[in-house]
């Protein structure tokens, strides 16, 4: 009798599995992102798929179970032994993670090997334990060179400008929250002052590790304006859970207002 | 207990009681203490302080009405005072000097440090407290090998104090809170009196033994400088800094 209860009970957890899935209950955030619909059609295969197996493999087990829950004696022999099953399903698994990586694969190529427009808005991103900050280059375009040893958050100098020698530096703008024009692309340039970290906007469908180190680039263009939230993905001590900023989309006139105000803020 | 061992041990208490405040009591002394006030000033103009923005902490930034904070390494009041500058007796104090009782305040504030330097004796206490929202950690960075230990601890909004102490003089052990990186203060530990400059400039160090001493200042941005001061019994004597605007 218990196993047939519990083969009931599993069937029913996989029906209202499946429900909140096909139904979209909980669903990923609105994408404001040019690259994000290849990113949830991948999500949505993978879901596809990964949803058809488990369904499956719910009801193989709840079958079994309503079949042979609560039986006595010696347990009966799986016709052929269990070897040919085991190797059935490592084949069957392997099969839909390679294919999986493979058509991935694309989606992800679509958004890293393509080449940044030329014509991009670059700013500059710091992560450091336990906040981001953002630079852009100022009227110049160009982008002061850093000096690690210079950075003193007391002094608010996060990234280690040196304003007194560099003209580059001189009109670098240096934010705590990152402002950009919507439809515009946008090259992301990150660096870490001290351990990985992430930068992660569900929205964007962008998350991209920090590695101290390196410089790496991220771009991407955003289609709806709003405000999101960036947090770090990537445990990096003890105050991740409180490391993230704001990512604000405008539009290009509340873009070039916001960025007259930073820029008189320095 | 017996009657007349009740009586012996309350008289016992009652004199331990005496005696350590009969230690403990500066005023015994104090008729014979001198004052020394002054005024700092900065020559020259104030170099200009990055407003500081809190949005990334929603219930720091909505401190102050919502106005961005101002940087601290130079606070400059009316007339050129000089803020935040810490007064103490580095040379001519002998003997045994008197540990300051009252503890000090330190607390953070709209995410900020109040107040932005703060000096103590070794064995003062000092109460650390949250009056935010949100939790800070105190995160002091003392030189290592100097007798003083780092230390970082977290602090929840409105959470219980904490009480610290340090052992060593040290100028000045810089504090941080990880979670907002522009928060920052200066803990000064030296041995007896001690002032720091308000808002418009001026200190004052009580409780100074008669004596002949050298008086130092110390400014984060603008380091030292000593003069000599001579205290005589229950009279103030004035000392007056200026730094230079670097």
Redesign the interface.
Not at chain 2, 50 to 57: A, E, L, Q, V
Not at chain 2, 178 to 182: E, G, L, Q, R
């Given at each position: 009798m218990a196993g047939k209860v519990f083969a009931v009970v599993v069937v029913l957890v996989t029906l209202v599995t499946a429900y909140c899935v096909v139904t979209h209950v909980w669903w990923m955030p609105v994408d404001i992102s040019v690259h994000g619909p290849k990113i949830d059609h991948q999500i949505e295969e993978t879901i596809l798929v990964a949803g058809l197996l488990f369904i499956a493999g719910q009801i193989v087990l709840a079958s079994f179970v309503f079949r042979y829950g609560g039986a006595t004696g010696k347990p009966k022999q799986i016709p052929g032994g269990a070897k040919p099953l085991v190797i059935f399903a490592f084949v069957l698994v392997g099969t839909e993670v390679l294919a999986l990586s493979f058509i991935g694969s694309k989606a992800w190529g679509a958004v890293y090997f393509e080449a940044p427009d030329p014509s991009s808005l670059r700013i500059d991103v710091q992560a450091g334990q336990f906040a981001y900050y953002f630079r852009y280059s100022g009227p110049d375009g160009k982008f002061g060179p850093l000096h690690p040893e210079l950075i003193n958050e007391g002094n608010q100098n996060y990234f280690g400008l040196d304003p007194d020698h560099d003209p580059d530096a001189k009109d670098d703008i240096v934010t705590a929250e990152i402002g950009i024009p919507v439809n515009k692309p946008i090259l992301l340039t990150l660096h870490s002052k001290d351990v990985g970290h992430s930068f992660y906007v569900r929205e964007l469908r962008v998350q991209q590790d920090f590695v101290p180190g390196l410089s790496i680039p991220v771009h991407f263009t955003a289609i709806q304006t709003g405000r999101y939230e960036i947090v770090c993905t990537q445990l990096c001590g003890l105050g991740h859970y409180n490391m993230k900023a704001y990512l604000s989309v405008l539009s290009q006139s509340d873009f070039d207002d916001w960025l007259k105000k930073q820029a008189a803020m320095q | 207990m017996k009657t007349h061992q009740r009586i012996g041990a309350t008289v016992f208490a009652l004199l331990l009681i005496v005696a350590g405040l009969l230690r403990s009591t500066p005023g015994v002394r104090a008729t014979a203490m001198g004052q020394v006030t002054g005024t700092v000033k900065l020559d020259g103009p104030a170099p200009h302080q990055?407003?500081?923005?809190?949005?990334?902490?929603p219930s720091c930034a909505q401190t102050r009405g919502g106005a961005?904070a101002s940087?601290e390494?130079v606070v400059v009041g009316t007339d050129g005072g000089l803020a935040n500058v810490v007064v103490y007796i580095s040379q001519g104090l002998n003997g045994d000097i008197p540990v300051a009782s009252k503890p000090v305040t330190f607390e953070q504030k709209g995410c900020q440090y109040v107040p932005h330097v703060v000096a103590v004796n070794p064995g003062q206490h000092m109460t650390i407290l949250n009056d935010d929202k949100?939790?800070h950690?105190i995160h002091p960075d003392p030189k290592p090998g100097g007798g003083n230990n780092a230390f970082?601890k977290?602090q929840l909004g409105g959470g219980p104090s904490l009480d610290v102490t340090w052992t060593a003089e040290e100028i000045a052990i810089?504090v941080?809170c990880?979670?907002?990186?522009?928060m920052?203060a200066f803990i000064v530990v030296v041995k007896g009196p001690n002032g720091v400059s308000g808002g418009n400039g001026s200190f004052k160090l009580e409780n100074v033994p008669p004596g002949t001493y050298t008086l130092t200042a110390w400014h984060e941005t603008y380091g030292t400088q000593s003069q000599k001061v001579t205290v005589a019994e229950g009279k103030p004597v004035t000392a007056d800094f200026t730094f230079k605007a670097k």
């Open positions: - | 990055k407003p500081i923005d809190m949005s990334k902490d961005p940087g390494n949100t939790m950690n970082n977290s810089p941080k990880n979670v907002h990186p522009w920052h």
